[in-house]
């Protein structure tokens, strides 16, 4: 399961280091404005899906890949992150 999570900081790492013409990704890690927009639509989506009762998984999926570019795309590493949750235990 992690490895899946894993998978997608590994892409978003290469993408941003070796870009790829045409590529989704290459596109989302290099244009910080629509990673943004497309967070906050994927969170939207989400959250009317739960709200709904449909397609909760999908947009969850969404949310994640669109959050892991966003936060590739502004240098935050998901190192840290993972740190500050740990920090939070309690």
């Known amino acids: 399961m992690l490895s899946t999570l894993e998978n997608l900081f590994n892409l978003a790492r290469k993408r941003k280091k070796t870009p790829v013409d045409g590529s989704y990704t290459t596109k989302l890690l290099s244009d910080k404005s629509l990673?943004?927009?497309?967070?906050?639509?994927?969170?939207?989506?989400?959250?009317?899906?739960v709200e709904n009762n449909s397609n909760k998984i999908h947009e969850a999926a969404d949310v994640f890949y669109h959050l892991i570019m966003y936060l590739e795309a502004n240098d935050v590493k998901i190192e840290n992150v993972m740190d500050e949750l740990n920090k939070r235990k309690k």
């Open 35 to 49: 990673s943004k927009e497309k967070v906050l639509e994927e969170v939207n989506e989400l959250i009317e899906a």
